[in-house]
């Protein structure tokens, strides 16, 4: 019997390990979604966290301006962006800046010109 016991409690303690990628994260990583990166890539800039656990309660450890760090999360709907293989010719233009901006299950999505609210995929 005590083996039996021993037996289920590895497995259940294996399975704990394995919910952040049963939900799609990485273990550590925060709920929530990064802002867009809009900012001038600064390379001399060290990044300044590696992982969401290194960042305050509600923020993320995400890529701005060519480097990581904190920034606050933002939310995120289920699906992916899909993919856009189109160049653009005219100026960069944004029609959204983050999901909430989007109506219904839309997605703020990068394009080939510019973020707009699109239907996910997945």
Do not use: I, Y
């Not at 960042?55 to 992916?80: A, E, H, N």
């Not at 997605?107 to 699109?118: E, L, M, S, W």
């Amino acid at each position: 019997m005590r083996a039996q016991s021993l037996l289920l409690l590895v497995a259940l303690l294996g399975l704990g390990s394995q919910l952040p990628a049963a939900l799609g994260r990485r273990k550590g990583e925060k709920s929530g979604g990064c802002p867009p990166d809009d900012g001038p890539c600064l390379l001399s800039v060290p990044d300044q966290c590696l992982h969401d656990s290194q960042c305050p309660s509600g923020m993320k450890c995400c890529r701005q301006g060519c480097f990581l760090q904190c920034v606050r999360k933002v939310s995120v709907k289920t699906g992916r962006c899909p993919e856009d293989r189109l160049r653009c010719v005219s100026p960069v233009q944004h029609l959204c800046s983050k999901d909430s901006d989007c109506q219904g299950r839309k997605r703020c999505c990068p394009g080939a010109c510019g973020r707009d609210c699109r239907n996910p995929v997945g």
